[in-house]
């Protein structure tokens, strides 16, 4: 009786860890998934439809996309910015009516340390 009873205690503590590990992994997947889906989310401020899309280099962890955000968001034309490391883009968005110039764009990343390869803008 007492074998029969320490397999059951067995059986049971293993099943127990296969359904904690299996959660587990589930929630990580999920959790790989919210972070890919991230990316396509607002960094900072709010969206419009007067945007400047900024193809960078050297843009490689969130401090990077911190110091950028920081750069962009204390001028008085944007009102928010999305910074896209996994794509190097950084999607700008300004006020109605409002612009920066391609040459000011270059210069403020420049001097945070990164490239521009390419400016696309749409209004």
């Not at 299996?22 to 396509?40: C, G, I, Q, R, Y």
């Not at 968005?93 to 403020?108: A, F, G, Q, T």
Request: charged share 30%; glycine share 4%.
């Amino acid at each position: 009786m007492k074998i029969l009873l320490s397999l059951i205690t067995i059986l049971m503590f293993n099943l127990i860890s296969y359904i904690v590990l299996s959660h587990d992994k589930k929630n990580e997947a999920e959790m790989l998934h919210e972070e890919v889906d991230k990316t396509t989310e607002l960094s900072s401020g709010i969206k419009s439809k007067n945007t400047i899309d900024v193809a960078t280099n050297g843009m490689v962890c969130d401090f990077c996309a911190q110091a950028i955000e920081k750069v962009f968001m204390k001028r008085e034309e944007v009102q928010g910015i999305n910074v896209d490391l996994n794509n190097q883009r950084v999607l700008i968005y300004l006020k109605e009516n409002v612009s920066i110039d391609d040459i000011e764009i270059i210069k403020l990343f420049e001097d945070s340390g990164y490239g521009v390869e390419k400016i696309n803008r749409t209004s």
